[in-house]
């Protein structure tokens, strides 16, 4: 999906959109 730019930010592994949405609810 988004593999454009691979930033490390959220956190050091990949996490999948749903990962995403349980961490910020």
Excluded: D, F
Aim: aromatic share 0%; proline share 4%.
């Amino acid at each position: 999906m988004m593999k454009r730019r691979r930033r490390r930010r959220r956190r050091e592994c990949k996490m999948t959109k749903k990962e995403v949405l349980n961490e910020n609810p």
